[in-house]
């Protein structure tokens, strides 16, 4: 299974970017799938997860209200719009497929993982 995510770049603070992560339908289009992030000498945190239907949505406390998750099952894609970044969304950004219809904050919940993509916001 290879999940592929692009989108990633180096923009000023206020800025966007969308990330999307391509995949098998077949590996995705029933299962959760989620993002998280590691910033340099930072461990991995949960950034944002959506349900296999859309339906349900879950944010970091950080992001909520400038980011958003949404997906594309009819192409196997997740995307993850960002808007008015700040220098400390500046991390490797990676996505992964949920064991399961619904996926949340534990990286346990998820067995596929992208190679991630780079986002850096300058001040």
């Known amino acids: 299974v290879q999940l592929q995510a692009s989108g990633g770049g180096l923009v000023q603070a206020g800025a966007s970017l969308r990330l999307s992560c391509a995949s098998s339908k077949r590996t995705s289009s029933n299962n959760g799938m989620g993002w998280f992030r590691q910033a340099p000498g930072k461990e991995r945190e949960f950034v944002a997860s959506i349900s296999w239907n859309a339906a349900s949505r879950i944010y970091a406390d950080s992001v909520k209200d400038r980011f958003t998750i949404s997906r594309d099952n009819g192409r196997g894609t997740a995307y993850l719009q960002l808007n008015s970044l700040k220098p400390e969304d500046t991390a490797v950004y990676y996505c992964?497929?949920?064991?399961?219809?619904?996926?949340?904050?534990?990286?346990?919940?998820?067995?596929?993982w992208g190679q991630g993509t780079q986002v850096t916001v300058s001040s």
């Open positions: 992964a497929v949920g064991r399961g219809a619904y996926s949340g904050r534990d990286p346990h919940q998820y067995h596929y």
